[in-house]
């Protein structure tokens, strides 16, 4: 039943919810998975798994440790992930499993020092934008907010769809608005079901739904 449930899995391959790692030699790249499934929708790790879905197995007890540290010392919040090991063929899988936070963002602290809050798009791990750290901003407001329609936010609106979809550096360009205020209209946007963010060509723009 084991061999069978991983098996299942691997047939999957990388996805937006599902990550294979060979082995976990570094606690803070590890970090930015756990990150990245946080701020989307969850996901898992396989760990004792080659790109290509071969099993190699893990040194359990060392793996293990390495994804507590990720959890505990290089993610803020501090995250709570779900760890079980499989036999499979002889070896050892690791299955880590990482439910959506519900308090957003979720930080990967790099080697700097510095906190960076990843996505999840398909099979990468991408850098959220400033915008995204609005809407996460904006949606843990304890109260609504009442928004103006004025002829800044009509003007971008028109620009998203003539010309959409847009970078961020484009809309600012075209609507002729400072960076910030076209990071929080973006954010409103999207909250509001009026806009969404696509990752197109290494660069997340923006669209009229």
């Not at 009442?146 to 847009?166: A, K």
């Not at 600012?172 to 954010?187: F, I, K, Y």
Request: net charge neutral; with cysteine.
């Amino acid at each position: 039943m084991e061999t069978d449930y991983i098996h299942t899995l691997i047939r999957e391959g990388e996805h937006q919810q599902q990550d294979f790692k060979f082995e976990i030699s570094d606690a803070r790249k590890i970090a930015k998975t756990l990150s990245a499934f946080a701020n989307t929708d969850g996901g898992r790790l396989l760990i004792g798994v080659k790109d290509n879905g071969k099993i190699a197995g893990v040194r359990s007890a060392e793996e293990q440790f390495m994804i507590e540290a990720a959890a505990q010392l290089y993610c803020q919040p501090v995250m709570g992930v779900d760890m079980r090991t499989y036999v499979v063929e002889g070896k050892t899988v690791l299955l880590v499993q990482v439910e959506e936070s519900p308090q957003k963002p979720v930080y990967a602290i790099d080697e700097s020092g510095k906190r960076l809050a990843y996505l999840r798009v398909r099979d990468e791990n991408i850098l959220a934008t400033p915008v995204h750290l609005h809407v996460w901003q904006q949606e843990s407001r304890p109260r609504g907010e009442l928004t103006e329609y004025t002829e800044r936010e009509s003007w971008l609106l028109s620009q998203l769809e003539l010309n959409g979809p847009l970078s961020l550096n484009k809309c600012c360009r075209l609507a002729r608005l400072p960076r910030r205020m076209a990071e929080q209209l973006l954010a409103k946007f999207i909250r509001y079901d009026l806009v969404e963010p696509v990752f197109e060509e290494h660069t997340f723009r923006f669209r009229l739904k």
